[in-house]
């Protein structure tokens, strides 16, 4: 962590500020630390993460304590005012247990760390999953939104995405509710502009209206409640700020119901024996995938990937929200904000099905036919928009 740091973070608890106190230090990065906050609570940094979590999602930081014969008693009580569950614990261990092995995963130097079946899609289809148009397709950002902007990656995995933000943001952080962190950091966290912090959606560690701009790809819909996961992350974007979220879309009715029954085993399945069951996936899938009519086929009724990384991703987490475009976009209006863009293929035209028969599942305007989009709905969607909170609270008081 940088000092700097200390500027942006506050007391996930209180949003009070913060007292740094140094253990460790390693040229600009604050290795190993103390965050003490007047409300009693107080927040370690390990590897040069700050980890601001409560309650039960609060990892075993004895560790340190003992390293340097430090006493902070937890506060009482604090479990339950987290509001933690079991399934949030299961999202963190599931998410830190997947970045931790693919901690390179979408680098375009790392792909001596994934397997064979996944070098070879990656470079079929996506030549290098680290990618500018990747991020703006997920986002429907340019690079160019992030010029000088304060921009919070919530959710950010192995930083592979934060990489290339930095690259023109004032400043770049990366948030993430997992050990996925430590990747992070180990990635991209010494970056001048770049910092990596171990925090709760749900209890953000910052003050509200202090981004320019916030996306969030694949993390809201694996929040015990999408909705409020929405409130609270939309808090942070400051007036005429840019919020993006990349979510689950809600597919066909066939396709739900086998998508439930098998997450319902699955998500019960300890982590590490889940990790080799979808090896046979993943082989089948890659099979299915050499031809694509067959892999659309199969797509109608279950979600599988030519990838090991990508099956265990979408069926170890144990929510999984499928949500619609129009959910969404009531989301944002409800928040006060203007100017929401989506990826609707009955509007933009994306869409795999109609890529592979355009004849039957396009309009002559390029844009997917309702119907199409209804027997193979897209497995994601995104939406982002304009934040005018304070303008349409301003307005709602004068009323």
């Given at each position: 962590?940088?000092?700097?740091?200390?500027?942006?973070?506050?007391?996930?608890?209180?949003?009070?500020?913060?007292?740094?106190?140094?253990?460790?230090?390693?040229?600009?990065?604050?290795?190993?630390?103390?965050?003490?906050?007047?409300?009693?609570?107080?927040?370690?940094?390990?590897?040069?993460?700050?980890?601001?979590?409560?309650?039960?999602?609060?990892?075993?930081?004895?560790?340190?304590?003992?390293?340097?014969?430090?006493?902070?008693?937890?506060?009482?009580?604090?479990?339950?005012?987290?509001?933690?569950?079991?399934?949030?614990?299961?999202?963190?261990?599931?998410?830190?247990?997947?970045?931790?092995?693919?901690?390179?995963?979408?680098?375009?130097?790392?792909?001596?760390?994934?397997?064979?079946?996944?070098?070879?899609?990656?470079?079929?289809?996506?030549?290098?999953?680290?990618?500018?148009?990747?991020?703006?397709?997920?986002?429907?950002?340019?690079?160019?939104?992030?010029?000088?902007?304060?921009?919070?990656?919530?959710?950010?995995?192995?930083?592979?995405?934060?990489?290339?933000?930095?690259?023109?943001?004032?400043?770049?952080?990366?948030?993430?509710?997992?050990?996925?962190?430590?990747?992070?950091?180990?990635?991209?966290?010494?970056?001048?502009?770049?910092?990596?912090?171990?925090?709760?959606?749900?209890?953000?560690?910052?003050?509200?209206?202090?981004?320019?701009?916030?996306?969030?790809?694949?993390?809201?819909?694996?929040?015990?409640?999408?909705?409020?996961?929405?409130?609270?992350l939309s808090s942070l974007i400051a007036d005429g700020g840019t919020l993006s979220v990349h979510v689950y879309h809600k597919g066909n009715i066939v396709w739900e119901l086998f998508d439930r029954l098998s997450r319902e085993i699955t998500t019960r399945l300890?982590?590490?024996?889940?990790?080799?069951?979808?090896?046979?996936?993943?082989?089948?899938?890659?099979?299915?995938?050499?031809?694509?009519?067959?892999?659309?086929?199969?797509?109608?009724?279950?979600?599988?990937?030519?990838?090991?990384?990508?099956?265990?991703?979408?069926?170890?987490?144990?929510?999984?929200?499928?949500?619609?475009?129009?959910?969404?976009?009531?989301?944002?209006?409800?928040?006060?904000?203007?100017?929401?863009?989506?990826?609707?293929?009955?509007?933009?035209?994306?869409?795999?099905?109609?890529?592979?028969?355009?004849?039957?599942?396009?309009?002559?305007?390029?844009?997917?036919?309702?119907?199409?989009?209804?027997?193979?709905?897209?497995?994601?969607?995104?939406?982002?928009?304009?934040?005018?909170?304070?303008?349409?609270?301003?307005?709602?008081?004068?009323?």
């Amino acid at each position: 962590m940088k000092v700097q740091f200390l500027d942006i973070l506050r007391c996930p608890a209180c949003r009070g500020k913060l007292d740094l106190r140094i253990l460790s230090k390693d040229a600009n990065e604050v290795m190993e630390g103390i965050l003490n906050c007047s409300c009693n609570e107080w927040y370690p940094i390990i590897n040069g993460v700050p980890r601001m979590l409560t309650g039960e999602l609060r990892g075993d930081y004895s560790e340190l304590l003992n390293k340097h014969e430090l006493q902070f008693p937890l506060k009482p009580g604090d479990g339950i005012a987290s509001g933690a569950n079991s399934s949030d614990l299961r999202t963190q261990d599931s998410f830190g247990f997947e970045w931790i092995r693919y901690n390179r995963f979408g680098w375009e130097e790392g792909c001596n760390n994934l397997d064979l079946q996944d070098k070879e899609y990656i470079d079929l289809e996506h030549l290098s999953q680290h990618s500018s148009i990747t991020l703006e397709r997920k986002t429907l950002l340019s690079v160019m939104d992030y010029v000088d902007k304060i921009v919070l990656d919530c959710g950010c995995g192995n930083g592979r995405y934060l990489n290339i933000v930095r690259e023109n943001a004032s400043c770049a952080v990366g948030m993430d509710l997992s050990e996925a962190v430590v990747s992070a950091f180990e990635n991209i966290g010494r970056c001048g502009n770049v910092h990596i912090v171990q925090a709760d959606v749900f209890k953000p560690p910052f003050m509200k209206n202090s981004f320019d701009l916030s996306y969030t790809i694949g993390v809201l819909h694996h929040t015990s409640n999408a909705h409020k996961a929405f409130v609270c992350l939309s808090s942070l974007i400051a007036d005429g700020g840019t919020l993006s979220v990349h979510v689950y879309h809600k597919g066909n009715i066939v396709w739900e119901l086998f998508d439930r029954l098998s997450r319902e085993i699955t998500t019960r399945l300890p982590l590490k024996l889940l990790w080799y069951i979808m090896y046979p996936f993943t082989w089948l899938g890659w099979l299915l995938w050499q031809v694509k009519p067959l892999w659309y086929a199969s797509s109608f009724f279950l979600r599988i990937y030519p990838q090991h990384h990508d099956n265990f991703d979408w069926y170890s987490a144990p929510t999984a929200a499928h949500l619609t475009e129009e959910e969404v976009l009531l989301w944002f209006k409800e928040r006060g904000y203007r100017n929401m863009l989506g990826d609707n293929p009955t509007k933009v035209g994306n869409s795999y099905y109609a890529n592979l028969y355009p004849g039957i599942a396009r309009n002559s305007d390029g844009t997917v036919k309702t119907w199409a989009n209804k027997v193979y709905p897209p497995y994601a969607l995104t939406v982002r928009g304009n934040s005018f909170q304070n303008e349409s609270k301003t307005q709602k008081d004068d009323n």
